[in-house]
């Protein structure tokens, strides 16, 4: 066979071979998003940025813009995770640019992209820009979800966190407080999902120097987590700290060495 045929017969093999890429781009870019989202729940970060990535290349390929934004974002959140922040923000930027010349202005999907910018830019301590970005998610969430929704609740508790972060201390209270009554009327008081308020709330308190009304959070988020995981669990070490934490700046160091000491234990 000549060195030409050996050519074309390799050249052919290749196009045939891409052509048949192309044609499972999408289920093989669905599986792949699938994989991510496994190996993401199962804490598996590596993996899932590699399944993320695959997944990316296939929605590229088909102009599928919202599947796009989407596993960028995912692999953002997942480096934001990992503190690499200048790497994470390079594929949230992206995820950004793609969404706002491909998609709806109020997309969901560009909603939870700005959320995970403003994660991003509050843990670079780039509070202004932080609360920018979670203004604009929490529009777009309260537009598409209504106020009483789970998902508008996390961008209210995001913004009373930068809030908190940047001493801004009535500010991170009205927002948390927005935050826990959304998940007290979608939970009850006893749910689960309200402890995190519980403690965001107790933590705001404590910057102001209202020691009580912050014991009182506490002792409630403390309370939730005993009921959801048990007297003795190792999980409740930090609630008894900040238990622990607020009777020492109140002066009563019997009761702070207590919990202290349960904290220890756990």
Do not use: W
Not at 20 to 38: E, F, R, T, V
Not at 40 to 66: F, H, R, W
Not at 67 to 92: P, W
């Amino acid at each position: 066979m000549t060195t030409f045929k050996i050519l074309f017969s390799s050249t052919l093999l290749l196009l045939v071979a891409s052509n048949s890429m192309d044609g499972q781009n999408g289920p093989n870019a669905d599986k792949y998003l699938q994989l991510a989202d496994d190996f993401k729940k199962n804490l598996q970060p590596d993996s899932a940025i590699l399944y993320y990535e695959k997944a990316s290349v296939g929605y590229q390929t088909m102009g599928n813009a919202e599947k796009f934004v989407h596993t960028y974002t995912q692999i953002g959140i997942i480096l934001t995770r990992q503190d690499n922040y200048d790497k994470a923000k390079i594929y949230l930027d992206k995820a950004l640019s793609t969404a706002l010349v491909s998609l709806d202005s109020n997309n969901l999907v560009l909603a939870t992209t700005y959320l995970s910018l403003g994660v991003n830019y509050a843990a670079q301590e780039n509070y202004e820009q932080s609360l920018s970005c979670h203004y604009k998610a929490l529009s777009i969430r309260l537009l598409k979800l209504g106020e009483y929704h789970a998902d508008v609740a996390t961008c209210y508790g995001n913004i009373g966190n930068v809030y908190l972060r940047s001493k801004d201390v009535n500010n991170a209270l009205e927002a948390h407080l927005k935050a826990m009554k959304i998940r007290e009327l979608l939970y009850g008081e006893t749910g689960v999902e309200v402890i995190q308020s519980y403690t965001n709330v107790g933590n705001v308190y404590k910057e102001k120097k209202d020691y009580n009304t912050s014991l009182s959070y506490y002792e409630k988020a403390l309370k939730n987590k005993t009921i959801q995981l048990g007297e003795g669990h190792k999980d409740l070490f930090k609630f008894y700290k900040n238990i622990s934490d607020v009777y020492y700046l109140m002066g009563n160091k019997s009761q702070g060495d207590d919990y202290k000491t349960k904290s220890e234990k756990n």
